[in-house]
């Protein structure tokens, strides 16, 4: 079992940074690919970026690459997402989750609650 806890989200201005972290408990966090999604009001939630067990491999959405940077350190059961450069179009709760990895919510097996991010323009 893992639990996921997200937090540093918040309103900022369009080119702003963020970065939001997600803290595990459980034993077992090192083994899962962990992933960051987003969901805007009325749309589907999407993926934004994943990273395996050992971070050595990440994958990103095309609308983030380049500008968002997920890394996480088992040591502190702690994903994080790095977000630069954001646009309105960012605006979203982002939810971090643990599972097989892939970019489908189906995917992955634990979710945290999510935390809201806005950016104004």
């Known amino acids: 079992q893992v639990q996921l806890v997200e937090s540093g989200g918040g309103s900022v201005q369009a080119g702003a940074s963020l970065k939001l972290s997600c803290a595990a408990s459980g034993r077992t966090f090192s083994t899962y690919t962990m992933g960051w999604f987003r969901q805007a009001p009325g749309k589907e939630r999407e993926f934004v970026a994943r990273?395996?067990?050992?971070?050595?491999?990440?994958s990103y959405a095309d609308s983030v690459e380049g500008r968002f940077t997920i890394s996480r350190d088992n040591a502190k059961n702690t994903m994080y997402l790095q977000m630069s450069s954001l646009k309105p179009e960012d605006t979203a709760v982002y939810y971090c989750a643990a599972g097989n990895g892939g970019f489908t919510p189906s995917r992955y097996f634990y979710w945290g609650q999510g935390t809201q991010v806005t950016v104004s323009s």
């Open positions: 990273i395996t067990w050992s971070g050595a491999s990440t």
